[in-house]
């Protein structure tokens, strides 16, 4: 089944700089991919996601890439602010999303 | 207000103690699933559902049972608990925005 790998487990950045997360995955038939951002106690929340016919898509600060060849997609912030501190999750799902896998996480840590 | 709403939040239980944690969605969505979460693991899937009376085992299914009788709900049991079912347990509903996560059952087994 598919596979999800995500890196770096943790990342601390300085305030305003930028922050670059990697996801690579397994299944080829793989179709979409979202982020999720956790803060501290609570639910996981869709912050962007993307689909296997795009290769880049931004909102605001925010920026997903896909290499759809090489199978992985990264996660972009821009400009870091002491509320992007939190846990971020890449995932893939499989076959029109029936079934969504998640990588392992990455605590962002954004120091003033 | 959309929401999948889980109950409940906080759970201490002794080792095979029957123990069902709810889950209901207002948004008419067809599709729930159950996740767990374990530091490095991230979110593992448990079951999911696809309709009514239609559900599915997940990546780590074993412990645990679930049913869909109704659309908007979708319980998930654990007949017999053991220690290593501790675990931050989330429901998911998906709809065309993606999916939306419950707050969480954090669950502890002693």
């Known amino acids: 089944g598919e596979n999800v790998e995500q890196h770096p487990s943790t990342l601390s950045v300085q305030e305003g700089d930028s922050a670059v997360i990697k996801c690579t995955y397994s299944?080829?038939?793989?179709?979409?991919f979202p982020w999720y951002k956790q803060e501290l106690g609570k639910r996981p929340q869709l912050i962007i996601d993307?689909?296997?016919?795009?290769g880049e898509k931004k909102d605001q600060r925010i920026a997903v890439t896909l290499n759809k060849t090489a199978k992985h997609f990264s996660l972009h912030i821009t400009e870091t602010q002491p509320e992007d501190s939190a846990v971020y999750f890449c995932?893939?799902?499989?076959?029109?999303?029936?079934?969504?896998?998640f990588g392992q996480g990455t605590r962002l840590t954004i120091n003033p | 207000e959309a929401q999948v709403t889980q109950n409940p939040r906080y759970l201490i239980t002794v080792t095979g103690k029957k123990l069902t944690v709810t889950c209901s969605q207002n948004?008419?969505?067809?599709?729930m699933s159950w996740y767990r979460q374990d530091p490095g693991l991230g979110l593992r899937q448990i079951y999911y559902?696809?309709?009514?009376?239609?559900?599915d085992k997940g990546d780590v299914p074993e412990g645990y049972k679930v049913s869909r009788k109704e659309k908007r709900n979708f319980p998930l049991i654990l007949e017999s608990p053991s220690p290593n079912q501790t675990s931050l347990y989330f429901c998911?509903?998906?709809?065309?925005?993606?999916?939306?996560f419950g707050s969480g059952t954090r669950l502890t087994v002693v």
């Open positions: 948004m008419n969505h067809e599709y």
């Open positions: 559902s696809m309709n009514v009376e239609v559900t």
């Open positions: 998911a509903s998906r709809g065309h925005g993606g999916y939306t």
């Open positions: 299944d080829s038939a793989s179709n979409y």
């Open positions: 995932a893939a799902s499989i076959k029109g999303a029936q079934k969504l896998v």
């Open positions: 993307i689909r296997s016919n795009v």
